[in-house]
């Protein structure tokens, strides 16, 4: 075999190697800019005036028009006191939820009690059964204690779910080993202590990405917040943008767009705050030790 055949044969894994990586790189950057161009989208229409939705072909180009838009959504509602309310609602939620998720899922993966095992499936279940179905029920439950068009109504149904507690007792299954846990009791710690110092820093990252989970999911809920609320005071952002759906003049997209624009800039802050903590647990089984 001669020297330039060897050479050729060589360079050929080499060569494959770096044309299959640039081609998933080429695909990563289709998908990115996929995902970042309805957002984009939304930023241009809110940015002009309000038939510039109907462009044929759609528009691309950022106007100048974006605070006399949001300017008539502030005529039209109370913007800034229901973005401070859905802050509110979802941070309380939010806290009371990683808080309270955590520590039952860190029973029921540590601790042996009686009918662990089935209170556990018993949480599964209730997986299994439609939001819509508790509906009914909890609004009877918010009526008798007088909580309807309150913080309450939102806040308090919502400290704890099932999603919460399963997601935290598989990570903490996987996270803290026992040996952690019998160590920190032979130094004399009791259970709270030996949870908030040795649990706590090895599952931050799971803690995190169901904050930011179910940050997003409370910000975005819009059935329920309707259902208990009636003093506009009162409306989460949700409800806010609902009002400028409104026929009686048209639909002005560019005020519905810029207030859409100024409603999600928070989630992607929180995102951004938390992404290294949400990409820690997210993928924290990926990698085998």
């Known amino acids: 075999m ?14 494959a190697g770096f044309i299959s990586k640039t081609v998933f790189y080429i695909l990563l950057i289709i998908g990115a800019l996929a995902s970042i161009f309805p957002f984009y989208w939304m930023f241009v229409i809110a940015t002009n005036d309000r038939g510039a939705v109907f462009h044929i072909p759609p528009l691309l180009t950022i ?25 509110f609602v979802s941070s309380m939620v939010t806290i009371s939820v990683v808080f309270f998720c955590t520590l039952a899922g860190y029973a029921f993966a540590k601790y042996e009690f009686p009918f662990k095992t089935a209170l556990f499936y018993f949480v599964i279940a209730t997986l299994f059964v439609p939001s819509q179905l508790s509906v009914l029920p909890t609004y009877i439950i918010m009526a ?14 919502a400290m704890v779910n099932a999603f919460g507690i399963f997601w935290m007792r598989q990570y903490v299954s996987t996270a803290v080993h026992s040996e952690l846990i019998e160590s920190g009791r032979i130094d004399g710690g009791g259970h709270f202590r030996i949870f908030w110092n040795i649990a706590i820093p090895v599952i931050t990252p799971a803690m995190a990405t169901l904050g930011i989970l179910n940050f997003m999911n409370v910000w975005n809920d819009f059935f329920w917040p309707l259902v208990v609320l009636k003093n506009s005071e009162h409306f989460t952002i949700q409800i806010a943008l609902q009002q400028l759906f409104s026929n009686r003049d048209g639909l002005d997209y560019g005020m519905i767009m810029s207030a859409t624009f100024t409603a999600t800039l928070p989630l992607l802050v929180v995102f951004l705050l938390f992404s290294r903590w949400v990409i820690a647990g997210l993928t924290s089984g990926a990698i085998k030790s």
């Open 144 to 157: 008798k204690l007088h909580w309807i068009d309150t913080y309450r109504a939102l806040i308090v149904p």
């Open 63 to 87: 106007g100048g028009e974006f605070f006399n838009n949001f300017q008539r959504v502030l005529e039209r509602t109370d913007f800034f006191r229901a973005l401070f309310n859905s802050l």
């Open 2 to 15: 001669s020297s330039n055949s060897w050479a050729g044969s060589s360079r050929a894994p080499g060569d």
